[in-house]
């Protein structure tokens, strides 16, 4: 498995392929990102960080059946390994830890 590591796009697909559950397939994912982020995202670069999450061993991949609406196309469906799963604890356990730290008179109105 390559770094461990995420960053915070990879996050947000790991969380995405998460919410999708049976329908994590690249198109879905980028949709699902422009509508919950308010980010333009380009379907070739939802592509490259599958791949790179892939190669991290933090999701897996198989091809569906094909269809006649697709042209006999099959999707290709993502979903999180046990690598994938713990990476995201890892990174909501830091980022809960960091906000826990910040002192309520921070967030007082002055």
Known sequence: MKGTNL???EEL????IAALMEEAYSVAICDEL?????RSVKLGVVHAVLHRL??????ES??????????G?????YQLTIPGKA??????????Q?????????????
């Open 62 to 71: 198989q091809l569906g059946e094909s269809t006649k609406t697709r042209g």
């Open 87 to 96: 990476a995201l604890v890892r990174a909501k356990s830091m980022r809960d």
């Open 7 to 9: 960053g915070e796009f």
């Open 34 to 38: 422009v509508q919950h982020t308010g």
């Open 98 to 110: 960091l906000w826990d730290r910040i002192p309520s008179l921070v967030w007082k109105k002055a």
């Open 73 to 77: 196309k099959r999707k290709r469906f």
């Open 13 to 16: 697909m790991l969380l995405t």
């Open 54 to 59: 892939e190669e991290k061993g933090f999701v």
